[in-house]
């Protein structure tokens, strides 16, 4: 997977041009790793999806990627107050619109990653409340009442899974 120049380019003049870029695999899951910066490699990897899609999402692609170069600018200091600064200052620099990027993200959300849960589920779960379906990439391990509703609380029920 190729990266196109400007982003080596914006590496460069945020003062990291020692960074290299990769590809995270990351999707399909509950959790999806967008983009993670390695500062002892001095890599930043972007998600293969997000890559992937960065037409149709631009400023969650930016978003992701500022963020990494934030933490490749500020090593060690996880997300303080020194990793924020560093971090606004990049979103006002490049004039990131935040309700584009959370409008993005959610859509991102919406129409890539939750459609790789599907693809990838082994068990599906049903919230008796909302009807709302959970995805899992695992098969959950048994005793069934341990898990509830994230909104609601309710016990979850097991709807379908994969033959074994
Ligand atoms: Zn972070
Ligand atoms: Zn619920």
Redesign the pocket.
């Known amino acids: 997977m190729k990266f196109p120049e400007k982003d080596y380019c914006l590496l460069k003049s945020e003062g990291v041009p020692e960074y290299t870029m990769g590809v995270t695999n990351s999707g399909g899951g509950n959790q999806t790793q967008l983009g993670v910066c390695f500062y002892r490699k001095k890599i930043i990897k972007m998600n293969k999806h997000l890559i992937l899609h960065r037409d149709k999402y631009p400023n969650a692609y930016l978003s992701t990627f500022l963020h990494e170069i934030a933490h490749a600018q500020m090593p060690r200091e996880n997300h303080n107050w020194r990793w924020k600064m560093a971090f606004n200052k990049l979103k006002m620099k490049y004039g990131l619109d935040e309700n584009k990027v959370k409008a993005e993200n959610k859509l991102f959300n919406e129409e890539v990653l939750k459609e790789l849960r599907k693809k990838y589920a082994k068990q599906i779960w049903k ?4 009807d ?1 379906l959970i995805y899992y990439k695992k098969i959950k391990k048994y005793p069934v009442h341990r898990y509830r ?6 016990v979850m029920e097991e709807v379908w899974r994969v033959e074994k």
Request: include cysteine; charge should be positive.
């Open positions: 919230c008796p409340m909302s709302k509703c994230k909104t609601c609380k309710s």
